[in-house]
């Protein structure tokens, strides 16, 4: 259980990147039913001000040492930079040596570099920063296209925005996904971005409401259990299929089939946490079908069986 969460900071931070790290995990909810975390600042010198990309300071609370214990490191975005601090680095190391998750949001991934913790880990980065981190830590498995990457004790983002979608996915990972959507209606974003999407979305907001799909994918989301085909749905938005296609995967950042299939794995996540349906009955609400196809797909996005996954987050 994810009970103590360190964010580090040196010069240069990225405020929005560390502001999110601080909105996921820092803030108090626990009057919403989001269990209590210990939230820690920290920095190599406490108490005195780190210097951000836009003219302010934050002042970190703690010291490196209070990285002792955390179950989450999380390293914010920060000028990039050929040197990092020596003690911040030894204290990376240290704390993923006593088993803790690591997380960076941003260019957050080069100072994991730095610290030799992303040899043979899959990674990513902002993309415009991709080319350099592979360049920089030739040993690390550069992903430049996703919003994050999950590889077990290590977990990195793209830039600003996948930074929210990375937290939640800790979040998630540790809490289910209730306390998730807790969270995220609390700070007004979608739960359910995928981490393998596409970071570049070609038209993030359409320039006429009437050009968007998000009517399309609200009326899915209220029919997932339902049958559904590119070409189907492209007669209900009045396109051609290639246009169709064309137009989700710049809207949605992925393909039609993948957004359905993600969506269904989120609420059978949802349905083997709050209700005692079988799994068959899960597989038949969340649109799979058959449990065979259900666990197929939950194994493969969430990493575990269904009745594994409901063993560890039903009732949370």
């Not at 981190?133 to 999950?150: I, N, S, T």
Request: aromatic share 6%.
């Amino acid at each position: 259980m994810l009970r103590t969460v360190a964010a580090v900071l040196i010069d240069g931070l990225a405020p929005f990147e560390f502001g999110v790290i601080c909105e996921v995990f820092g803030v108090d909810r626990t009057d919403d039913g989001v269990p209590r975390i210990d939230f820690r600042v920290c920095g190599e010198r406490p108490g005195e001000p780190v210097t951000t990309d836009v003219g302010a300071s934050v002042v970190p609370a703690h010291g490196l040492d209070a990285l002792a214990g955390a179950d989450l490191v999380a390293v914010a975005a920060a000028k990039i930079r050929d040197e990092y601090p020596p003690a911040l680095l030894d204290a990376l190391r240290d704390a993923h040596g006593r088993g803790a998750t690591l997380l960076s949001v941003c260019s957050g991934a080069f100072v994991l570099g730095a610290a030799g913790l992303l040899d043979d880990r899959r990674c990513t980065t902002h993309w415009r920063h991709a080319a350099d981190l592979a360049a920089r830590f030739p040993h690390a498995k550069v992903d430049p296209d996703v919003l994050f990457v999950d590889d077990g004790d290590i977990v990195s983002s793209a830039g600003t925005a996948a930074g929210i979608d990375a937290c939640l996915h800790v979040v998630r990972r540790e809490f289910g996904a209730g306390v998730t959507a807790t969270i995220a209606r609390r700070m007004v974003v979608a739960p359910q971005r995928d981490g393998g999407q596409r970071q570049f979305v070609e038209v993030p907001t359409p320039p006429h409401e009437a050009d968007s799909l998000q009517p399309l994918l609200a009326w899915l989301q209220d029919r997932l259990d339902q049958e559904h085909t590119v070409a189907s749905l492209a007669e209900r938005a009045t396109m051609s299929e290639r246009t169709f296609a064309r137009r989700f995967a710049a809207e949605t950042g992925t393909t039609p089939h993948r957004w359905l299939t993600t969506q269904r794995v989120l609420r059978a996540r949802q349905l083997l946490e709050e209700t005692q349906l079988t799994v068959e009955d899960v597989a038949h609400r969340s649109g799979f079908g058959t449990a065979a196809l259900l666990r197929h797909h939950f194994t493969s996005v969430v990493g575990v069986p269904p009745k594994d996954y409901r063993r560890s987050f039903a009732h949370r």
